[in-house]
């Protein structure tokens, strides 16, 4: 590609990203298009020939574009995904240019300083002290997996690096725990038969009390606490699980305390801040998400540390191909010594430039905007008979069901799924469904700062409509 051809084309593909965004409200938010279709669009053999950068965008506009599900439109509050910062994307472009390869010094010396920086912005966040660490990731999904490995580690007096896990060892969660920490539990070794899954309060909060019936059951049978795992901003409710009480257990157990906040971080840049999860700073090991409620473009992850020297012990690794000589004075970080990825794309750029551009302070305000929408969601919920929300929301997910007519448990199940299509048919909205406590109900999760007042209303109006209309036409018991 000439310089000139790339000048040329980026400069068009700025203009296109910009129409977007300015238009984004007016497009229908899902795409009105079958999988097949989709799948047909892209059917080609591998392109032999080199084709006009013009026609290549022009083939993404005609292909791509019309069928996205427009995560950046008001009315998209579902799966968490927000909307993102115009810097961010900015921000995105410029690390692909310099593809700086965070995982070893030499290949990005200052891209290694600047996500250093970052880090230390996120464990200021979080409140951890001088000695915290953390790592980037791509997402919560590995944040929790690289949790649980420091968890293993640390538990078995760093022996399972070495002789894997051996001897019987528990780990627990409550219901509301995210998937990853089943998967985590597995990749590590510690198998998801070694999950104990406890209830939750009617707050959806982790029951302390189950939580030490399982332990002592556990004692009684020879099988040592591991870890306790936390979350704070459950994916449903945004419950936060009484992290003081479980650091006191995990303390007594001699457990790690594993906190998922890869939601619920966002909160701290909240007017609330700290005091809206309190405890967090007790914790071993965080998930945060700047992906998700720091308005970062995928993707942007992070695990947090309280004690930085636990993600070298646990990754240190370093084969002489990888080992830099030039550094006499020990002084480059080396991330791939401190953590599980080598190759990592330059994934805080976009935070770094989102946090200058905008100041924590103004991302803060647009999470008050999102809490509060989900407040007038609840007060119009309240304030209808035939609706009952699962909880009063703390942050921006509230979940909500259709609770007239006396359902049995299938049919509500099959009036939320199907009012949740209408609502995605009707290009308007797009929200998900969940399953609390063995109900159905409708997830609502607003993560985007273009979301306004008036869609809370717009959405309830319809969910009003929609709910009556599928409640008639639901064939008798
Ligand atoms: C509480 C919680 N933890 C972890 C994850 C997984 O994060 P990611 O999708 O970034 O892998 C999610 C995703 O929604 C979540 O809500």
Redesign the pocket.
């Known amino acids: 590609m000439e310089p000139n051809e790339f000048r040329a084309t980026g400069h068009r593909l700025i203009d296109l990203v910009a129409d977007y965004l300015d238009t984004v409200e007016e497009k229908p938010l899902f795409p009105k298009v079958s999988p097949r279709l989709l799948t047909q669009l892209f059917d080609e053999p591998l392109p032999q020939e080199p084709a006009d950068a013009d026609a290549v965008i022009a083939e993404l506009e005609e292909k791509l574009l019309p069928y996205c599900s427009h995560v950046s439109h008001p009315g998209y509050m579902g ?2 995904t927000p909307t993102p910062t115009p810097m961010g994307i900015l921000g995105d472009l410029l690390a692909s240019a310099l593809n700086q390869n965070i995982g070893a010094y030499t290949i990005g010396p200052s891209g290694v300083a600047l996500e250093r920086r970052v880090v230390r912005w996120l464990d200021d966040l979080v409140g951890y002290g001088p000695a915290a660490g953390g790592n980037l990731t ?7 997996f690289i949790g649980l490995k420091l968890a293993r580690d640390w538990a078995s007096g760093d022996r399972a690096q070495h002789d894997g896990v051996t001897g019987r060892w528990a780990a627990y969660a409550s219901e509301e ?5 089943d998967k985590a539990v597995d990749a590590v070794g510690l198998g998801r038969d070694g999950l104990r899954v406890l209830p939750t309060d009617d707050a959806f909060r982790l029951r302390i009390d189950a939580l030490e019936a399982a332990i002592a059951e556990d004692r009684s049978r020879g099988v040592r606490p591991a870890c306790v795992i936390a ?1 704070a ?3 449903n409710t945004g419950a936060v699980d009484d992290l003081v009480g479980l650091r006191r257990i995990a303390d007594r157990e001699g457990a790690w305390l594993h906190v ?5 971080g966002g909160m701290l840049l909240s007017s609330r801040g700290r005091a809206a999860l309190p405890g967090l700073e007790l914790a071993d090991s965080i ?1 945060l ?1 700047p ?2 409620w720091f308005y970062a473009p995928l ?1 942007a ?1 992070a695990v947090l540390v309280r004690d930085e020297q636990r993600l070298t012990t646990s990754f240190g690794l370093q084969p002489a191909y990888l080992t830099d000589e030039m550094d006499t004075q020990r002084e480059r970080y080396q991330y791939y010594v401190h953590g599980f990825e080598q190759s990592r794309r330059f994934r805080r750029l976009k935070v770094w430039m989102s946090f200058k551009r905008y100041g924590a302070r103004e991302i803060g305000r647009w999470i008050d905007r999102n809490v509060a929408q989900a407040s007038r969601l609840y007060e119009l919920c309240v304030a209808d008979p035939a609706f009952e929300p699962a909880t009063e929301p703390t942050m921006s997910a509230i979940c909500i069901r259709y609770c007239a007519g006396d359902l049995d448990g299938p049919r509500s199940a099959q009036l939320h799924a199907e009012v949740a299509r209408r609502v995605e048919e009707s290009g308007r909205f797009w929200i998900s469904t969940t399953l609390l406590k063995g109900k159905s109900w409708f997830r609502i999760n607003p993560v985007n700062f273009r979301t306004r007042m008036e869609h809370m209303d717009g959405l309830f109006d319809l969910l009003r409509r929609e709910c009556q209309d599928v409640a008639r036409s639901l064939p008798d018991r």
């Open positions: 799966l968490i791509s997402g919560g999904m590995m944040a929790n725990r995210h998937v990853s920490v979350v901003g459950t994916t998922d906040a890869a939601y619920g998930v998400d992906h998700k993707d992850g």
